[in-house]
T-cell receptor
């Protein structure tokens, strides 16, 4: 089975440019998560969706960051304008949990997008 | 164990030895725990999970132990292999809360052939 698919794998761009990261969750999963990973701060949750609806975006660092999930099989994370401090690895994860009354289920991660803002 | 500093704690073992990676979790309401393995250039990969109604769970070459009294979780890897070299994260979830996992900072496991 295909896992979570992220694109691009690597992105290098100059500050001020718009960056769009893409994610295709595992088919049938109803929850999608965007994380950022740095050595300084570890793995940080940015936003998560349940049934395509954003539930909590309190981890989004600034208004420069936005995320959408137009359908169950696609999500984007956009940074506009980008800054050097946004450089990190961005992960998308999906799960079929997050429903009260059902057992929690682990998240399945993509291989990430390594973003470098010059 | 987990670190709040800039550097990941590191565990170095010889191939064939058993490895024990520790994790102290913070929320006494957490009732679901997961161990992830992250290899260089890849995303975290699910290894094993355990619910709070258990204190031990075994998988293939891995065992997770949960001590709720002291809020401690450990991952034991039997007969460690070079392919086990990675960063290992524990994650905790409180079902009565947001259902969102809280990840530790990770422990780097280095296996020497």
């Amino acid at each position: 089975d295909a896992g979570v698919i992220q694109s691009p794998r690597h992105e290098v761009t100059e500050m001020g440019q718009e960056v769009t990261l893409r994610c295709k969750p595992i088919s049938g999963h109803n929850s999608l998560f965007w994380y950022r990973q740095t050595m300084m701060r570890g793995l940080e949750l940015l936003i998560y969706f349940n049934n395509n609806v954003p539930i909590d975006d309190s981890g989004m660092p600034e208004d420069r960051f936005s995320a959408k999930m137009p359908n169950a099989s696609f999500s984007t994370l956009k940074i506009q304008p980008s800054e050097p401090r946004d450089s990190a690895v961005y992960f998308c994860a999906s799960s079929d949990g997050l429903i009260r009354g059902l057992s929690n289920q682990p998240q399945h991660f993509g291989d990430g997008t390594r973003l470098s803002i010059l | 164990g987990e670190s709040v500093g800039l550097h990941l704690p590191t565990l170095s073992v010889q191939e064939g030895d058993n490895s024990i990676i520790n994790c102290a979790y913070s929320n006494s309401a957490s009732d679901y725990f997961i161990w992830y393995k992250q290899e260089s250039g890849k995303g975290p990969q699910f290894i094993i999970d355990i619910r709070s109604n258990m204190d031990k769970r075994q998988g293939q070459r891995v065992t997770v132990l949960l001590n709720k009294t002291v809020k401690h979780l450990s991952l034991q890897i039997a007969a460690t292999q070079p392919g086990d070299s990675a960063v290992y994260f524990c994650a905790e979830i409180a079902s009565g809360g947001s259902y969102i996992p809280t990840f530790g900072r990770g422990t780097s496991l280095i296996v020497h052939p």
